[in-house]
């Protein structure tokens, strides 16, 4: 059992060789020795009355010790599982240019659970799924040719956890649009993009997960939630674009990692990992690696809104661009990347410069610089990286892609993205997204047991007034068929599935 002491300083200042010297001294005492008691009778003063002194060896002696131990340990062992993933697994899904560039997961809600695939949105804090529709994308497999099961809808009637938020209800912000105090708490989600919208109501249902560690068996875990019953959509919600519902990832208390870490479910932080192959995985309550690379977040208007960072400057092959830096929003729900366009024509001036290949004109495209190269040719593309304070790189793996096989690079393909929002900052390491970052396989597989942990309903926070940058979903891209073959793009040009959206005007530039 641990010893408690309290540590008392002594100082003494001596002049030596007529000079100042400084001189510091301590003394450890018990916490429950009678100089102790002193010390606090002393502070407390003739008015303040203490708890009865333990006497040195009692029961109740050993039994304020073993509390203190107990508080202690709690504190040390802070959150409840190492990492925490969906029930149906980790993996992550992309589609390309089907469902508009997005990333997916599948996720469970409800009792008896029904099966959502959500887009993976950094940018907005709300989940919500497609419920009681009035107008939603269509659920069916057979309107997509990449999907192998139906879409699904919810409904609240048919969950027996599931419940409605009233306008009465203390989590309900919106009571602007109420008719009434027992009318369903309204809600209303409005993006960047086309404007694309989810509107509807708020419920409280269970979200099933599983737990992950290294040293453990996998686990079913329940998470009480509040989402949105998206029974209206509107724009790229309609036309391809997270046709079964998004789940928020932002920093805003409603979201799924902040309800998950407010509980002590996880640490206060998740990652997200892209492989070259279009999968991947995501993990709450990861916080990467003591090698990775990281940048902090900064505040807006004093805030921490968003995952906002600041980019120092860009740097093509060996060139480092002077006056190229900006602010920048990491969001996981947007398409395309965006850069001011004083940044964007300097780095494609010097893209130009270096590349070893014939520039082309495409009709009718979008994209000004493109590039007709040969396989060998491949080799020699300038490499892309952004430069982040302290002299952190962060290096653009394959920075283009071939119009003819309609393949898009994220930014963050090849690398495990830390939002480690407990001490604030982007972290980023080199992944396959199949370890832990530490070269230690985790098991990421749903959980085959029984046993569950719900995370009570008291311990839902409040719901802000809610507020949404992204997703900003593109515009579908030409077809396999209807370019030539080995075109290639820089990634400013055409970069799917971005990792920087602009803070301020945001400008295609081509």
């Known amino acids: 059992m641990a010893v408690r002491a309290i540590l008392f300083l002594w100082w ?32 407390s003063g003739d008015n303040a009355s203490l708890k009865p002194w333990p006497k040195r060896n009692s029961l109740n002696y050993f039994q304020l010790l ?61 989940l919500w799924v497609p419920c009681d529709c009035i107008q939603c994308a269509p659920l069916s497999a057979s309107y997509y040719d990449t999907l192998d099961r139906d879409l699904n809808e919810y409904s609240p009637s048919l969950s027996r956890t599931g419940k409605q938020l009233s306008c009465s209800h203390q989590l309900c912000k919106s009571t602007t649009n109420c008719k009434g105090p027992e009318e369903p708490c309204p809600y209303i989600v409005q993006y960047k993009s086309d404007d694309t919208a989810s509107s509807g109501f708020l419920i409280e249902d269970v979200l ?29 919600y309609l036309e391809g674009a997270a046709p079964d519902g998004v789940m928020g990832l932002g920093p805003g208390e409603i979201s799924v990692p902040s309800v998950l870490a407010k509980a002590g479910m996880i640490q206060n932080s998740f990652s997200l990992c892209f492989d070259d192959n279009g ?79 014939t520039r082309i004109n495409l009709q009718q495209s979008t994209w000004k610089y493109c590039y007709n190269v040969s396989s060998w040719e491949l080799l020699s593309i300038p490499t892309i990286k952004l430069m982040f304070p302290l002299n952190q790189s962060f290096l653009v793996h394959k920075p283009v892609f071939s119009e003819s096989l309609n393949q898009a690079k994220n930014f963050m393909v090849g690398y495990r993205m830390v939002f480690d929002r407990e001490n604030l900052k982007l972290g980023w390491s080199n992944a396959n997204c199949e370890d832990n970052g530490n070269g230690k396989r985790v098991n990421h597989t749903p959980s085959n047991n029984g046993s569950t942990s719900q995370l009570p309903t008291s311990e839902q926070q409040s719901i802000p007034n809610t507020h949404a940058v992204a997703p900003a979903t593109a515009r579908n891209t030409p077809s396999k068929s209807s370019v030539a073959a080995s075109r290639q793009i820089p990634l400013l040009l055409c970069l799917t599935s971005s990792l920087l959206l602009l803070m301020r005007l945001l400008i295609l530039s081509c």
């Open 66 to 126: 073993l509390q203190s131990d107990l508080k202690r340990q709690k504190l040390k062992l802070g959150s409840k599982y190492e990492h925490l993933f969906p029930s149906e697994g980790s993996q992550t899904l992309f589609f390309g240019n089907e469902l508009d560039w997005l990333h997916y997961t599948w996720i469970d809600i409800g009792t008896p659970n029904v099966s959502f695939m959500v887009a993976l949105d950094a940018g907005s804090d709300l």
């Open 208 to 236: 099933h997960l599983t737990s992950a560690s290294k040293n453990s068996t996998p686990s079913s875990v329940q998470a009480s939630v509040v989402f949105g019953c998206g029974r209206k959509q509107s724009g790229g």
């Open 279 to 357: 999968s991947g995985r995501i993990l709450f309550g990861d916080q990467g690696n003591l090698a990775q690379h990281s940048t902090p977040f900064l505040p807006t208007a004093g805030k921490y809104v968003a995952y906002s960072v600041g980019v120092e400057r860009f740097c093509v092959g060996s060139s480092c661009i002077k006056q190229t830096g900006f602010q920048a929003l990491v969001d996981s729900g947007s398409s395309f990347t965006y850069v001011p366009t004083e940044v964007y024509k300097k780095v494609v001036f010097e893209f130009d410069k270096q590349v070893n290949a």
């Open 12 to 43: 003494a200042c001596l002049f030596v060789n007529g000079s100042l010297s400084l001189t510091l001294s301590s003394k450890l005492v018990h916490r429950f020795s009678e100089e102790a008691m002193a010390v606090w009778e002393s502070r």
